[in-house]
Nanobody, 115 residues
Framework: QVQLVESGGGLAQAGESLRLSCAAS????????MAWYRQISGPRRQMVAG???????NYADSVKGRFTVSRDNAKNMVYLQMNDLKPEDTGVYYC?????????WGQGTQVTVSS
């Protein structure tokens, strides 16, 4: 069982940047996909960005060109660099790791972007 802990959330003005970090309690080397989700309202979480253990990335259309996901398997860390933030990026951001038969979630970190 791997525990995920997010950090780096907070308040930002529109156009500013934030960097989220996700620290894993164990190795993520063999975790197929590490991803960031956000929850804006209600229980549904939207995938924002994901990265496979081979480095392949994918992004939600709304963040393409602004957000960058990366992973450091040696440090068991995942990052989300968020540039040119918009008010609609406001939400709780969750770190996620998943593979065949397993899935891990962090507790989330709040990001609030004001206009």
């Amino acid at each position: 069982q791997v525990q995920l802990v997010e950090s780096g959330g907070g308040l930002a003005q529109a156009g500013e940047s934030l960097r989220l970090s996700c620290a894993a309690s164990g190795s993520i080397l063999n975790v197929n996909v590490m991803a960031w989700y956000r929850q804006i309202s209600g229980p549904r979480r939207q995938m924002v960005a994901g990265i496979s253990n081979s480095g392949t990335t994918n992004y939600a259309d709304s963040v393409k060109g602004r957000f960058t996901v990366s992973r450091d398997n040696a440090k068991n860390m995942v990052y989300l660099q968020m540039n040119d933030l918009k008010p609609e990026d406001t939400g709780v951001y969750y770190c996620n790791g998943r593979g065949l038969g397993y899935e891990y979630w962090g507790q989330g970190t709040q990001v609030t972007v004001s206009s």
